[in-house]
Nanobody, 113 residues
Framework: QVQLVESGGGLVQAGGSLRLSCAAS????????MGWYRQAPEKQREMVAS???????NVADSVKGRFTISRDTAKNTVYLQMNNLKSEDTAVYYC???????WGQGTQVTVSS
């Protein structure tokens, strides 16, 4: 089974930027899409953005205009560029495939006000 390792999280001030990386143990091109999810304490896990094997990317309304998903298939890596961060963005961020594979540990993003 493919393994996913997220990295790049940390503490950042509101208005700042962060770039998350998700390294996969195999080619990401064999999946229909790759996506970023986040889960804040006591809240449901939600999809933030996704990028299909072909076609246009998708982002949630809450992050539209601020977050951008991209990939480097040669490196088997998907990225999430996060700009103009808000306190509401504080969460553990995960990546996953479609169809889903076991979740990784995620990476913590904390935005201070």
């Amino acid at each position: 089974q493919v393994q996913l390792v997220e990295s790049g999280g940390g503490l950042v001030q509101a208005g700042g930027s962060l770039r998350l990386s998700c390294a996969a143990s195999g080619s990401i091109f064999r999946f229909s899409s790759m996506g970023w999810y986040r889960q804040a304490p006591e809240k449901q896990r939600e999809m933030v953005a996704s990028i299909p094997r072909s076609g246009t990317t998708n982002v949630a309304d809450s992050v539209k205009g601020r977050f951008t998903i991209s990939r480097d298939t040669a490196k088997n890596t998907v990225y999430l560029q996060m700009n103009n961060l808000k306190s509401e963005d504080t969460a553990v961020y995960y990546c996953n495939t479609s169809p889903l594979v076991p979740w990784g540990q995620g990476t913590q993003v904390t935005v201070s006000s």
